[in-house]
């Protein structure tokens, strides 16, 4: 696999991960408490920034381990089974995003653990200082690792096969396409925009994102199993 | 102004009560407005308005639920501020 179609794969499965919406349900919730408790603009800015970096922090932490797992399992060079494996996990999960994603009653709730989403929201009306709110990044990506597990573990089979320059390049890109969904949202809210217009947006459109969320990764699916296991095949041949 | 003595059932497995406590509708109601940039005088005669609604639907309740609450202090707020009502409908939804 060369380096464009490398890096094509991670940016393809970084845009998955980013349109999934558990981390964005945080960060709107986070913006609306710390506007109506009165806090400062700047207090808003420094807390909604470090969501992010917790988010992104967490993005690399896992993708690394993964990577570092898989490495160890089977080397830089994984078997075909294990590609095939993960376009069997792609597919699986674009079926539950299509049917389950977002939870069908009113407003953007997801297919989440109860718990969970009930931690979450308290956590973030609890949340006043910048380490709470890079903890809560954090753990809102962790809540929402039954979805993007597939997106990242494809990703790591793509870093563990580069050189370490690449790897690097690749780690990187992907975190900061996997934040660009939370980075607009954050520019609306610096830019003194309404927290209920992001939330109507959503509500209105959650079903097109389900279907783009499940519609990309089996986009994925195919553009791996295209190169990894035909290409390999025909290769063989 | 004073509480009523009407049982508020809170959500969640456990359903424990407490009483009706008008400050926490009032900031509750003035969060909601500020969320959606409403001045800090608009916020809270909005409040001070939905407040005076709910209490007065709640005078021939003895006991409602927290959901009650929410449900009744939406329509009103819908009444003053619709983009408040919204955002104040969407809090327990959003996740």
Not at chain 1, 156 to 174: F, H, K, N, R, S
Request: net charge positive.
């Amino acid at each position: 696999m060369d380096i464009t179609v490398s890096l094509s794969i991670i940016a393809l499965a970084a845009f998955i991960h980013s349109s999934f919406q558990l981390s964005v349900s945080v960060l709107t919730l986070l913006s609306g408490h710390t506007i109506g408790a009165k806090k400062s603009h700047a207090k808003l800015v420094k807390l909604t920034t470090s969501f992010i970096l917790g988010v992104g922090t967490m993005t690399v932490l896992l993708l690394s381990t993964i990577s570092l797992l898989l490495l160890q399992l089977f080397g830089p060079k994984p078997p075909q089974i294990v590609w095939a494996s993960g376009c069997g996990l792609l597919v699986g999960l674009a079926f539950l995003v299509w049917l389950f994603y977002f939870r069908q009653e009113k407003g953007t709730t997801l297919w989440v653990p109860r718990s969970i989403a009930h931690y979450l929201t308290e956590r973030t009306k609890a949340t006043k200082l910048s380490a709470e709110a890079f903890g809560l990044g954090l753990s809102s990506v962790f809540g929402e690792l039954l979805f993007i597990i597939a997106p990242l573990i494809i990703t790591a089979l793509v870093l563990i096969q580069l050189e370490p320059t690449w790897q690097l390049i690749g780690l990187g890109m992907y975190t900061i396409i996997s934040l660009l969904t939370l980075i607009i949202i954050w520019v609306i809210v610096c830019k003194k925009h309404n927290i209920s217009k992001i939330q109507r947006w959503r509500e209105a459109n959650k079903n097109f994102i389900q279907f783009i969320s499940g519609t990309s990764l089996i986009i994925l699916c195919f553009f791996v199993y295209a190169y990894e296991i035909i290409g390999s095949a025909i290769g063989g041949i | 102004m004073e509480d009523l003595s009407v049982v508020i059932i809170k959500r969640g497995k456990k359903r424990y009560t407490e009483p009706f406590m008008h400050k926490k509708l009032h900031d509750s109601i003035v969060a909601a407005c500020l969320s959606v940039r409403a001045p800090e005088g608009q916020a809270e005669a909005t409040a001070d308005a939905v407040c005076e609604g709910v209490i007065s639907w709640l005078k021939q309740r003895p006991e409602v639920t927290s959901q009650d609450i929410r449900v009744i202090a939406t329509r009103y707020l819908k009444k003053y501020h619709p983009e408040a009502a919204y955002l104040y409908e969407q809090h327990r939804i959003t996740i």
